[in-house]
DNA sequence: AAAAACCCTGTAGTGACTTCAGAGTCAATA
DNA sequence: TATTGACTCTGAAGTCACTACAGGGTTTTT
């Protein structure tokens, strides 16, 4: 199998696959006489295991680790559950941070409809205004 | 002012500020005998102003637009409107994928309490399962 | 025979910083 | 006075996970 054919198979794009394999993601593949590489299924299935966890949004540091479970699995399996349970916990501050992010942005949305003229926009002066604030408030030293 | 106390006045970084005045986002300051960059407060409002509008998360490019705007009050304000509205897709778009993600971890992490060895563990095989099906069923071309 | 499609390596670019190396400046201390 | 420590300077490189490109070779199709 080329690599065309398990970007066909996978979804991951050639120039991908091969920093994947760059990076020691995936193990480099025997050659054919011409150079090109030659894929069998054990690569397909790391390939697309990896992309399962990418797409859970573990780093690539993360996935190796897992990699390293699927490889020796007499190891203990509370490892396993401890870097789930830290991308977990990475995602759910993300998350708070998002719904946070959205609520602040709505609300600036929210005072200024169109047709008026920047100096006259309630985003902009929130924005400065909140700006102001914050520097004066929260960081400087005794007055 | 010098840079420390810029730092010391808004949070941001000393390394930060100087990428801030490299990419343009704030003006280069006078500097002293020695050298030494001089800010004055509009350099500390401007720096705020940018801080918050990254703690929305706009990217720097965005904020560069948002500045322009500080600078032509009498702009036309449906463009804020208009980028406000753009940075707001763009979270909640995220948002939607971060909520999705959660679940699919927590799912995930319900598989497997400790005290297996990874062959055993319910979050491996699924993991491993749910990759082999994808690379079946979604993107192979015909049998 | 020529064109299109595929593959190769190696390098550089992305965003928004952060870190580092190597050097100069300044205030306070031994 | 010497020197320590804190501060500042520039410019380059590192981070993450790719993505794009330059410049070439190979295979398949027309």
Redesign the interface.
């Known amino acids: 199998m080329r690599i065309g054919e398990l970007c066909?198979?996978?979804?991951v794009g050639i120039e991908t696959i091969r920093y994947y394999e760059k990076e020691g993601l995936i193990p480099a593949p025997a050659r054919t006489d011409n150079g090109y590489r030659n894929y069998g299924s054990a690569h397909?299935?790391r390939?697309?295991?990896i992309?399962?966890?990418r797409a859970?949004?573990m780093p690539l540091a993360e996935i190796k680790r897992?990699l390293g479970?699927?490889a020796?699995?007499?190891?203990?399996?509370?490892d396993?559950?401890r870097l789930?349970?830290e991308?977990?916990a990475r995602?759910?501050v993300?998350?708070k941070s998002?719904?946070a992010?959205?609520k602040?942005?709505?609300q600036?949305?929210a005072h200024?409809?169109?047709?008026?003229?920047?100096?006259?926009?309630g985003?902009?002066h929130e924005?400065?205004a909140?700006?102001?604030g914050?520097?004066c408030a929260?960081?400087?030293?005794a007055p």
Request: aromatic share 4%.
């Open positions: 066909q198979a996978t979804g397909l299935e390939l697309s295991f992309r399962h966890c859970l949004d897992m479970f699927v020796h699995p007499d190891a203990d399996c509370g396993i559950n789930i349970d991308q977990l995602v759910r993300r998350l998002m719904r992010l959205e602040q942005l709505s600036l949305r200024c409809g169109a047709g008026h003229t920047a100096a006259e926009c985003i902009l924005l400065v909140a700006a102001q914050e520097a929260c960081h400087t030293k």
